[in-house]
């Protein structure tokens, strides 16, 4: 059983809408949670990180979090052309005293249809 | 100038060879990873350092090596070329801290012939 699921897509969404993307984990004792964008051939881009349950907003995007039901979700707003792309859900844990360590999802893809 | 750097950017090398990847960081950053993306299969840790005596295996290390010459470089080094490890390779690094955000190096394309 993969530690982070994704549905892989694609995601398809019209121009202006609201793209919806979910995330479930296994490890109850997760404390961080983030989305990356990548485009194809590209390396992964931070686009919001979130900690505590409830919602965290940035812009056009909306991370929501429930650690009681392990998932992570991300909401895109007045989607656009240049959010297609692959959106990666990542989970940070504690591995030992001195640091954490990040489990990627497979990443769900989205097209943004003008 | 970018934060994170990787060298080469795309490397094509024929199966025995032995090839190096390298990564440097001005951000400052204690740790730094290495990762390899598949298609369909996301993104995989190969090693990771906490610090410059700290050397750790991931979850697909065999067949790999790696050298932590400094704070600001961290090599991946294939000893023995094989063609299932044509793929695209990232470095990452992070502060220590209580979340340690990983920000992305620009990626190397290695095919391995």
């Known amino acids: 059983q993969k530690e982070v699921e994704q549905n892989s897509g694609p995601l398809s969404v019209p121009e202006g809408a609201i793209a919806s993307l979910n995330c479930t984990y296994s490890?109850?004792?997760?404390?961080?949670f983030f989305w990356y964008r990548q485009y194809s051939g590209k390396s992964p881009e931070l686009i919001m990180s979130?900690?505590?349950?409830g919602d965290k907003e940035d812009g056009r995007f909306t991370a929501q979090l429930n650690k009681a039901s392990q998932y992570v979700s991300l909401l895109i707003r007045d989607s656009q052309p240049s959010d297609s792309a692959t959106y990666l859900c990542a989970v940070n844990n504690r591995i030992k005293a001195a640091g954490n360590k990040l489990t990627f999802g497979g990443g769900t893809r989205v097209l943004v249809k003008p | 100038d970018a934060d994170v750097t990787q060298t080469p950017r795309n490397r094509i090398t024929k199966t025995g060879k032995r090839i190096m990847l390298e990564c440097s960081q001005t951000?400052?950053?204690?740790?730094m990873y290495w990762y390899r993306q598949d298609p369909g299969l996301g993104l995989r840790l190969i090693y990771y350092?906490?610090?410059?005596?700290?050397?750790n295996k991931g979850e697909i290390s065999d067949g790999y090596s790696v050298s932590r010459q400094a704070q600001a470089k961290f090599s991946l080094s294939l000893e023995s070329a094989i063609p299932n490890q044509t793929a695209l390779y990232f470095c990452a690094t992070a502060q220590a801290g209580s979340q340690e955000t990983q920000y992305f190096g620009p990626g190397t394309r290695l095919l391995v012939l």
């Open positions: 490890d109850r004792g997760s404390q961080s």
């Open positions: 350092s906490f610090d410059v005596k700290d050397i």
């Open positions: 979130i900690y505590s349950n």
């Open positions: 951000k400052g950053h204690d740790r």
